[in-house]
């Protein structure tokens, strides 16, 4: 009888766990949590976060794991509720494609909150966040329609990030929590009934998708809990006729990219790292923006401009327009196509735009309104050819002059083929620790992360993780 796929990603999960990853795949790893560190840190000033923190404190119970920010001591569904909450609260996440997700806002939470309480090695941490992250990203590749050209669970409106992203968490805890082969597969199957996510709030507000990945890492760390306990989950939980992939994607999907050269071909080391806290749509254009900027292109001399993008991508950057070039809330801007050009044009901060050019203030600044409702998002035939492999744009500029610029952008920044350097990802680290950490804790917390292969526990690691 041929095995099912929850049976093979349950033995994957094991083998790495008895042997360990490679160095090179534990460092990629230890980016990835430095990179949620930094996020998760910068993102406890925001309402979303302190809310959750709230609500878990009213929950009440003593627990082993860390809240980022407050330093409470949570039980550990609790502490990835939170931390997978700010995680993903300032949508600064790594993203993978063509799944369009962001895998590491639920794993790295979800891990670290099980890790912290079993107090197991950095290096059983980062073995489970390199599994978790590479069955998350393979779920999401299985909604991926390669005719369509896109996310099945994107066009139906669907968050893969929270619902693959807790299937995945769930594994990294099931290592971690020294579940067995059966185990992790039961993990599985139990947290395919746990994952969810709608994805309205990138078109019309509101701050509920921030907490997705909160819900998947609390799922997760659930899901491991009781399959420990004893709880099954169904063996064809994936690909059966009552599936995961059928219910959310019906004929449409590919199970078989979730096993098809697993352990032998990694996507961990070709996800995105993002250079600016604002949905992934819009970064192209930014860059563009910039490069205009750069050539001496100021607001002043701007009569319209055009914004090329991706016809899948228009309906979350650039629809409703009215939205789009008044955005409700800075949140609400970091979805809009017209307006990250306009910041972008006219100057940010950070690696390009940063945290300051997403709060409400910034998103009702009478210039950048006034530079946003000077672009039209449009359908473009190239873009439309490269997504979602990118997320490409091109920016066409009509002065006042009457000429016509154009800057076309067909790599994002943070990608295999644009990376962000060693010293651009530690400035991006930098900046977001330092809103409610010191410089020096800062770069503490960069050490021990670079270094977790060699740690004990994450003793000292958790204790820095407070403002």
Known sequence: MTRTIVARLAEFATGVRADGLPPELRADAARRVLDVLGNSLAATVEKPGQAVGALVREWGGSGRATAIGSGDRLPEPSAALVNGTLAHSLDFDDTHLPSVLHPSASVVPAALAVAEARGVSGAALLDAIGVGVEITVRLGMAGYDEQLGNSVFFERGLHA????GALGAAVACAMLSEVDEAGIADTLGIAASMGSGLLEANR?????????????????VTAAGMARFG???PPTVLEGRFGLLQAF???????????????DQWELPGIFFKPYPCNHFTHAGIDAARALRARGVTAADIESLELGAPTAVLRTIGEPRADKIHPSSGYHAAFSGPYTVAAALLGGGG??????DFTDAAAADPARLALAAEVTCVPDARCDEIFPHQFPAVLRATLRDGRVLEERVDANR???ANPLSAAELALKFRLNATRVVTAEVAER????????ADLPDLTELTGLLHA
């Not at 960069?446 to 977790?452: D, M, N, S």
Request: proline letters at 2%.
């Open 445 to 452: 917390i960069t050490e021990l992360t670079y270094g977790l």
């Open 249 to 263: 994607c019906g004929d449409r999907s590919d199970p078989d990219a979730i096993t098809r050269g697993l352990g």
């Open 161 to 164: 990030t929270a619902i693959c």
């Open 414 to 416: 943070g990608g295999a």
């Open 204 to 220: 019309t507000g509101g701050t509920v998708k921030r907490v997705h990945c909160g819900w998947a890492a609390h799922a997760a």
């Open 351 to 356: 690696l390009g735009l940063f945290h300051d």
């Open 231 to 233: 709880i099954t989950g």
